[in-house]
């Protein structure tokens, strides 16, 4: 019988919680970290030397012997550099163990060797990290040993934002100031601050370990380079939600324990679309938590599924022919006092701050599509964005039939007299009870939809951090908020105003709302008719941070300032360059080292055959010299192929300005790169499977 898992016990057993604090500071400590957590300002430094005593105690009684500032730079992932917390020993020889206040709060990794697009030179090396007290520290436990994990932002000698964590905390300051404003609007004199809540659903794929390490494309590119589809693949729609395997269970299991120590609400777990492929949800949580949270979440599965001879795959696209993987970013905004601005409660129609809440995302989503778009662009997205497994590239809104009709009324006549009601759903058994029916539908290729009491903006890529994409969504509403704001507060007549408001906004974006199939050609069209832009790569969607209007907009806020943005959009270019570069080296490394050479032989192999049936007396050769000449053909042309990426390759490597480098990458490199992969899993459907050099589709997302 196994042990009974008690998560009560264990949840936030390694994470220095509230409760924690409180039961190890003073009451005065205690009251003022709070202050600062709810309020903002500064820690003294008396208060800080305190809170780092209490931290590091807690720490070292749970086996830590080392601390680092924990940070999440511009390469998307996480970034570690360990101190231990020994010090001089004393007179008699007793070793110390110490960590400061000053230690706690500022740190000082390298600058120059993450990404900054030109804020850093090479020589201008110092880059500062500074702990945030909003998000609480954890032990991380590891080979390594047990290190304790402080979440901190990291910026450059001259304050540039080098980081995913500080623009994301601006943009949450941005929104509640402003949201606050519509509130007091509508006689809410209790709320203090408005809080963006998220919560980031991840799918991933599963793969054998030793499978794994046979397949250069996967190690170095995290995705398959060359690959035939297998016999099976996602068609009879029997993976999802499926029982799950005994050797993925056990993997899971472990996963959901380290996250529930971590204090990661893991909720749910299934089977997705793809053969292969899982997801994991957790619960809501504020914005910055859930952000730090997901990249605990993508590490730990990493670990944990090397511990069950397994790799965990984050790629968007690790496998052609089968549905990529994303993160579902399920976005929120509550008060202090309990009040979710976005649940239109049981008679939306009648509820006008809903109603202006919703036109100014109407307004926010459909001003700021491009860089709603280029919040979720990364490389693998590429591969996902637009095909008829992930929300088109077009931006919109599907509100459902509920919301739509309001909408439709109220651009129509000014005043919505009624709300669509559910009703019954009779199950015709009479064992089953009848269940009350949502007013609306869901839809799964909406980028952008309406799920209830929250907006999921459906297109962030699987490896991404979501950070991005909460800047976004925090920025552009708080500026459509801000901009109601303004006129409501001057209002002669506020109920006249705020009524003519939500029908102008509804009216000038409802082309943004689009309740039918994302998917279809159709749509492609009817976007384009409506003006809505159709940006269908991470190169073409770069260029959204730099327009004057995003420029406007994050300097307004002061998220970001013109060459904070700037430098992002050139770290996407060398970003895409450097990717696609990797994987062009490697498809060609593939090629001349494993593929041909392999084909080769079983050319040689296929000839022999064919000498050895006319020897044997055999007049009629055909079927043996057709395979000699097919196999031989897709040969020569994988050669060339190949020969030509090369050529693409090293004509690249003399495009001197980043951008165009990008686009030299996405119009020629990865052109040439599909030219090769073509001949060579047509070659993979003909050569004996003993002779080819890897492990295929069937083997990799089939035998897990």
Not at 388 to 400: H, K, Q, T, V
Request: aromatic content about 8%; hydrophobic content about 40%; charged content about 25%.
């Amino acid at each position: 019988m196994s042990e009974i898992l008690k998560v009560d016990e264990i949840f936030g057993s390694k994470v220095f919680t509230l409760t924690k604090m409180r039961e190890r500071l003073p009451k005065n400590v205690y009251k003022e970290v709070r202050r600062v957590m709810e309020q903002g300002g500064e820690l003294s430094l008396a208060t800080a030397d305190v809170v780092a005593k209490a931290m590091k105690d807690w720490a070292v009684e749970n086996g830590a012997t080392h601390y680092t500032h924990w940070f999440q730079p511009l390469t998307g992932i996480t970034a570690e550099k360990h101190d231990a917390f020994v010090t001089h020993p004393d007179a008699d020889g007793k070793m110390l163990l110490e960590f400061s206040g000053k230690e706690l709060i500022k740190g000082e990794p390298d600058a120059s060797s993450f990404p900054s697009g030109g804020l850093r030179s090479t020589f201008e090396a110092r880059g500062y990290t500074t702990w945030d007290i909003t998000s609480p520290a954890f032990l991380k436990d590891s080979a390594a040993g047990i290190i304790l994990c402080i979440p901190t932002a990291f910026c450059s000698y001259k304050g540039e934002a080098l980081d995913k964590k500080t623009p994301l905390l601006r943009s949450m300051e941005a929104i509640s100031q402003q949201a606050i404003r519509i509130v007091r609007l509508f006689g809410n004199t209790e709320a203090t601050k408005v809080t963006p809540s998220v919560g980031p659903e991840q799918e991933y794929f599963l793969v054998d370990h030793e499978k794994y390490m046979q397949r250069e494309d996967l190690i170095f590119a995290g995705r398959t380079l060359f690959g035939a589809p297998a016999p099976k693949g996602q068609e009879l729609e029997d993976h999802y939600f499926g029982t799950i395997r005994e050797r993925i269970g056990a993997f899971m299991k472990d996963l959901n324990v380290e996250l529930w120590k971590l204090g990661v609400t893991a909720k749910t777990q299934h089977n997705e679309v793809a053969p292969a492929q899982h997801e994991l949800a957790p619960i809501y949580e504020t914005a910055n938590i859930a952000v730090d949270h997901n990249q605990i979440i993508m590490e730990t599965m990493k670990k944990v599924a090397v511990r069950h001879g397994l790799n965990c795959l984050l790629h968007e696209k690790p496998f052609a022919g089968v549905n990529g993987s994303g993160k579902h970013n399920n976005w929120s905004l509550t008060t202090d006092n309990g009040v979710n601005m976005l649940d239109p409660g049981d008679t939306p129609n009648e509820n006008i701050q809903f109603l202006l809440v919703l036109a100014c995302i109407m307004k926010a989503v459909d001003t700021h599509a491009d860089l709603l778009r280029q919040s979720a662009a990364d490389v693998g997205n590429d591969h996902r964005l637009g095909a008829n497994e992930a929300p088109p590239a077009i931006i919109s809104m599907f509100l459902g039939e509920q919301l739509e009709d309001v909408v439709q009324q109220l651009v129509e006549t000014g005043v919505a007299a009624r709300a669509l009601q559910g009703g019954k759903l009779e199950t015709g058994v009479s064992t089953l009870p009848n269940m009350d029916r949502d007013a609306t539908d869901r839809n799964r290729t909406s980028p952008f939809a309406f799920t209830g009491n929250k907006f999921e903006f459906r297109s962030v890529g699987s490896s991404d951090s979501v950070a991005d994409a909460n800047v976004v969504l925090n920025a552009i509403v708080a500026e459509a908020f801000c901009d109601a704001a303004d006129r409501l507060e001057k209002a002669e007549d506020f109920d006249i105003a705020v009524h003519d408001l939500i029908k102008e906004y509804m009216t000038e974006h409802q082309r943004i709302i689009f309740n039918g199939d994302g998917y279809s050609e159709a749509w492609v069209k009817e976007a384009e008719r409506r003006g809505l832009p159709n940006i269908k790569s991470m190169v073409e969607a770069s260029c959204a941070l730099t327009t004057e209007k995003s420029i406007a907009l994050f300097e307004k806020f002061g998220i970001f300032n013109r060459t904070e943005l700037e430098s992002r959009e050139e770290i996407l270019y060398e970003t895409y360059t450097k990717t696609i570069n990797i994987e062009a080296l490697t498809m060609i490394d593939m090629a001349k080292k494993q593929i041909l050479p392999a084909v080769n032989g079983y050319v040689k192999t296929l000839a022999d055959a064919v000498t050895s049936v006319k020897a044997a007396g055999v007049t009629d050769a055909t079927v043996q010299i057709e395979m000699l000449k097919e196999v031989s053909d897709l040969l020569a042309e994988a050669r060339e192929a190949e020969r030509t990426l090369e050529k693409k390759v090293a004509e690249a490597a003399n495009v001197a300005n980043e951008k165009e480098k990008a686009f030299y990458y996405k119009d020629q490199v990865f052109v040439a790169m599909a030219a090769l992969r073509a001949p060579v899993d047509a070659l993979e459907m003909l050569v004996d499977k003993s002779v080819w050099p890897m492990p295929t589709y069937g083997d990799l997302i089939f035998e897990v």
